[in-house]
């Protein structure tokens, strides 16, 4: 089971980045995927949830209008767009995969750094 992101880096406040995950060993499908973050000294927080097709998502409250979580089953793959990125969004970025009740994986996590 593998779950790779990339797509972190550096940009200034106000630009934008777009991370992907690419899963393999599972069936990507079956699975409700989700971005987490965790910033320096703080605990990992949920970013944001798809369901299996994609039919519905969630926000944490401070991302919503900025981010956009989406999936291609095609491709296995999860994505997420990230505008209107701010200091405070600095973290490890991190793909999970979630098959209730006792299936879940984490990928290794993406940087991003907000910062001018």
């Known amino acids: 089971v593998q779950l790779v992101e990339s797509g972190g880096g550096l940009v200034q406040p106000g630009g934008s980045l777009r991370l992907s995950c690419v899963a393999s060993?599972?069936?990507?499908?079956?699975?409700?995927m989700r971005w987490y973050r965790q910033a320096p000294g703080k605990e990992r927080e949920l970013v944001a949830s798809?369901?299996?097709?994609?039919?519905?998502?969630i926000y944490t409250d401070s991302m919503k209008g900025r981010f956009t979580i989406s999936r291609d089953n095609a491709k296995n793959t999860v994505y997420l767009q990230m505008n209107s990125l701010k200091s405070e969004d600095t973290a490890v970025y991190y793909c999970?995969?979630?098959?209730?009740?006792?299936?879940?994986?984490w990928g290794q996590g993406t940087q991003v750094t907000v910062s001018s």
């Open positions: 999970h995969a979630f098959l209730p009740p006792q299936y879940n994986y």
């Open positions: 060993g599972f069936t990507f499908s079956r699975y409700v």
């Open positions: 798809i369901t299996t097709v994609g039919s519905s998502t």
